[in-house]
DNA sequence: TTGACAGGCAACCATTTGGTTGCTTATAAA
DNA sequence: TTTATAAGCAACCAAATGGTTGCCTGTCAA
């Protein structure tokens, strides 16, 4: 729950990237995210470590590959602690709104 | 509306203890936004700076004082085009409500 | 009109960042 | 049991970042 690591991690735009990729296609190995991506295989792992360590993403070793999967909770308590302040008009009526749909919908 | 400015500019925890300070109160000056904060009024300077050219903040100057003020859209452009992406789940009904809110309650 | 005060400009510095290359380790397949 | 493949480790490098100090400019008030 770390908001600095989380931005710091969210400041570049080939990490905002590896997020685009495993947001589409979930569960992608290190070097399937390299693909067309101009940039080593160490400098992907590299941003992948820092998404980690911010814990924006997880890993799974499965034998000799690593599996990497998104995880959207930082980020929603970003926007939750942070973004919506600035619209604090609507943010009493959204979240009530949210909770609602959480807990009829379930996850 | 350049995301990475935006994300870059937000990376940083002095700056968004800037923001954080106008937000409570806006319109300060740049020697006001420099209480206590633990930085020369050129670190500040700088970092107001960025938020501006970030489209975080605004100016006026007024005779030899500058009034800073926060600037919204860009932070609810993020929240809408990039963080709510990873609750798509429930992205339909919200914005739906938010513009609901917004026709009914003027800006 | 002359201080005092708000802010701007520019040079400089240490550290962090984003990247590289080269080599090693571990597992899967021939 | 080799060999190829996925990933890890470490040293190194250039550029960006966050900060400093010193001095300049412009405006308000005594």
Redesign the pocket.
């Known amino acids: 729950m770390n908001d600095d690591a989380v931005f710091?991690a969210l400041?570049?735009?080939?990490?905002r990237q590896l997020l685009d990729r495993l947001y589409e296609r979930n569960g992608?190995?290190?070097?399937?995210?390299?693909e067309d991506l101009?940039?080593?295989?160490?400098?992907?792992?590299?941003?992948?470590?820092?998404l980690e360590e911010a814990n924006l993403i997880s890993?799974e070793?499965?034998?000799?590959?690593?599996?990497?999967f998104i995880n959207a909770v930082p980020i929603n308590g970003i926007a939750e602690r942070w973004i919506n302040k600035f619209e604090r008009r609507h943010l009493n009526a959204l979240s009530a709104l949210k909770k609602a749909l959480e807990d009829e919908g379930g996850q």
Chains 1, 2 share one sequence.
């Open positions: 710091k400041a570049d735009a080939s990490r992608l190995t290190l070097n399937a995210l390299c101009d940039m080593s295989r160490q400098a992907v792992a590299k941003h992948l470590a820092i890993s070793k499965h034998g000799r590959v690593k599996l990497h």
